[in-house]
């Protein structure tokens, strides 16, 4: 007894010692990167100290010191609120804002005399090892998984250095405190154009950082520290250029915080954008009065000034149809909201797709007119002038970014099968058999929660349901070739072939993948893709198969050789050995609950890294999965277009903005594109992939 009552109790203590350890190394992880990012902030904090004390002591200015210590006295009211009072956000808020505003002082504070001091030099490489550390932790933050990305616009953090740094700024005169001013703004839209993952987000990047450093800030012909404008800019811009990569949210869940926002809220934004094209469009004036070069800039502007207004005319004329479109589209959703139907699928429905695939177009060559009348309209003494042209670009780039992507991932139909065969236990020579009855109600219970769950992700995504066929005794392989033939034939009402089939199965498998069918038959993937390619021949559809088995890896890893058509397979991979006594052993049908609810449930809180999971998710696509399109509008589409939406006065250009953009100019750039895409999902699998159809593929 004694015996019995001491083994009991050491297993206790040992499976308690082992979850701790567990708990405290996962919090060990968490907390130094953590760590991380408060060493970098405490290095920066030391780097700003040390530069305004070099200032204060060259120039025994007594507001620098002032400022100073009012510095050291926000922050430390900051720690007080943090530590003390538990106000969070109050403390945070405070910091970040004086964070911004003494980064900008060191920033506009400076003099050649500053050079040859010691502890300016310290300063300058504290303020490197800022850059370095501020972007190791933003990357290592992401690849440890300690970030959960959420839709928005700009975060407070942002938002308040941003104010921060403007505010700083007016210790200048007026018309050089108003060009940082709107390059802060400018700022701002790049970082919102690269966190919305525009098409042209990169390219911006670039421009922005050139025209900065390179024109803008001669042009106010200012001292400036360029290691405290490094700092602050590669601070700002680390997070969302990171979030290219490593952001798994979908286009609707990125534009979230604009596509749901009010009518008269998203109206107002495009007579906004309208009023800074106009102002743009005035400041390039100003070029007329260089008489240095009247013959050039009078014809220029005369002739590139009238393209650019005629193009504007029809961007805004898109826009503002698009917020009408919108207006219809959220109208249906809050109408049919309790039947959870999500406003991406509204918008298929109301040929939005459509719509966006033909405004890409159009607004990509209006901001071609923007470049070229930037480019000979250019006054490079002019800082408010280059500032409002960096806010144009990526106003229009996100445009752009927002049709092209709504057109990629909007309006494809789906049509689902699925197949359960709930079977256990197999024979000696691996084929399944008829179930015990002592397991026929809980097996029968497990197969109806499964294809309730499945039948819920058809009905929640909009998947035309082909059947969901359920048998305990297996299927014979020509029954399942007849019925998978005939669903792969399906077509739409119109007449084309479906843009996604999706295929579910969940049974018995054999060690390589093969699933298990009655009669000693078995099926496997290459079997199913000669089906595939001879259904599919020159069509465009997609294959995707959904797993719930024990062998599902094998092919999760066969799909990846396949390069002649796009197909993907999303698997399970079930924990072998299992302690009973802190889970449940892993059973056929866990992981499509789970990621049903994970695709079905906005909120839903799955984490499919997160360590001790019994049942881990697992997918592959073939090689060329990535370079997948939906069917373009033809020319017809397109003229119907112009008569709906477009005066007759601007049919002319509108039909020279779709023959130029038709002309695939950029071939080279998709094509690299293209390839680095391939390269991206071959070599670095996303761990979400967003199908476009609103649900997602996942690997643990």
């Known amino acids: ?260 926002r009010g009518k008269i809220c998203r109206r107002l934004s495009v007579i906004l954008v309208g009023v800074i094209e106009l102002t743009f469009f005035i400041l390039a004036a100003f070029k007329l009065r260089d008489l240095d070069l009247w013959y050039f800039v009078i014809p220029g502007f005369s002739i590139f000034g009238i393209f650019w207004m005629i193009c504007h005319v029809i961007f805004f004329i898109t826009l503002w149809g698009f917020h009408t479109k919108l207006n219809d589209c959220h109208k249906v959703y809050y109408t049919h909201r309790a039947e959870n139907n999500s406003l991406d699928r509204v918008m298929a429905s109301k040929g939005m797709r459509h719509f966006c695939l033909i405004s890409q177009q159009l607004v990509f060559f209006s901001l071609v007119a923007t470049v070229v009348l930037g480019a000979v309209c250019w006054q490079p003494t002019n800082g408010i002038f280059m500032s409002v042209f960096l806010i144009v670009l990526p106003l229009e780039s996100m445009a752009h970014g927002l049709f092209h992507e709504l057109g990629n991932c909007l309006g494809g139909t789906c049509v689902g099968y699925a197949v359960v065969i709930p079977t256990s236990f197999c024979s000696p020579d691996g084929q399944p058999t008829l179930l015990p009855p002592e397991h026929v109600q809980e097996l029968n219970l497990r197969s109806t929660g499964m294809l309730n769950a499945i039948q819920r992700f058809f009905a929640y995504h909009m998947i035309e349901t082909y059947g969901c066929d359920y048998s305990t005794s297996g299927l014979t392989f020509d029954t399942l070739h007849s019925k998978i033939k005939s669903f792969l034939e399906l077509r739409t009402s119109d007449g084309p072939r479906h843009d996604t089939y999706i295929l579910y199965y969940s049974g018995h498998s054999h060690g390589t993948g093969e699933w298990a069918l009655a009669g000693g038959d078995a099926l496997r993937l290459d079997t199913l893709l000669d089906w595939w390619r001879e259904k599919n021949g020159a069509f465009c559809s997609r294959l995707i ?29 079930m924990a072998r050995v299992v302690d009973v006594e802190e889970a449940d052993p892993p059973q056929l049908g866990d992981f499509t609950r789970q990621w049903v609810e994970y695709n079905c449930n906005p909120d839903s809180n799955i984490s499919w890294s997160e360590k001790g999971r019994t049942v881990k998710a697992v997918y592959g696509v073939s090689k060329h999965w990535s370079d997948y399109t939906l069917h373009l509008p033809t020319g017809s589409d397109v003229a119907k277009h112009w008569m709906i939406y477009f005066p007759r006065i601007t049919y002319p250009l509108v039909h020279l903005a779709n023959w130029f953009c038709g002309l695939n100019l950029f071939w080279v750039c998709k094509a690299c594109f293209r390839c680095l895409k391939r390269l991206k999902m071959s070599w670095f699998l996303p761990t979400v992939l967003d199908t476009g159809q609103g649900f997602k593929l996942v690997k643990s």
């Open 1 to 260: 007894m004694c015996r019995s009552l001491r083994y009991c109790v050491s297993h206790c203590l040992y499976a308690a010692m082992t979850r701790l350890e567990e708990a405290n190394r996962e919090v060990n992880m968490h907390s130094s990167v953590r760590y991380l990012g408060y060493l970098a902030r405490i290095n920066l904090l030391v780097a700003i100290c040390m530069g305004l004390y070099v200032r204060w002591e060259k120039t025994s200015d007594a507001l620098i010191l002032v400022i100073f210590i009012l510095g050291l006295f926000v922050l430390g009211i900051a720690s007080i609120l943090y530590y003390y009072f538990s106000m969070e956000t109050a403390s945070l808020s405070l910091s970040n804002l004086w964070f911004g505003f003494l980064l900008g002082l060191l920033c506009f504070l400076n003099n050649s005399a500053f050079k040859r001091d010691v502890k300016e030099e310290a300063t300058k490489y504290l303020l490197l090892s800022s850059i370095v550390l501020r972007i190791l932790y933003a990357l290592v933050e992401r690849i440890c998984g300690c970030i959960h990305h959420r839709p928005t616009l700009l975060t407070p953090v942002e938002f308040l250095e941003l104010v921060g740094f403007a505010i700083a700024s007016t210790t200048m005169l007026v018309e050089e405190s108003g060009s940082i001013i709107l390059l802060v703004v400018a700022l701002a839209m790049l970082i919102i154009d690269l966190r919305m993952k525009s098409f042209l987000a990169i390219p911006n990047l670039a421009i922005f950082g050139a025209i900065a450093s390179l024109l803008f800030f001669p042009s106010l012909q200012i001292p400036t520290n360029p290691f405290a404008l490094s700092c602050f800019f590669s601070c700002l811009i680390s997070n969302p250029l990171l979030d290219i990569y490593f952001s798994g949210l979908s286009v609707i869940e990125r534009w979230k915080p604009y596509l749901y």
């Open 545 to 573: 198969i959904v797993l719930d088995c024990e062998n599902s890896q094998p092919w999760v890893k066969q799909v990846r050789k396949v390069n002649d058509q796009y197909v993907a397979v999303q698997g399970a991979e």
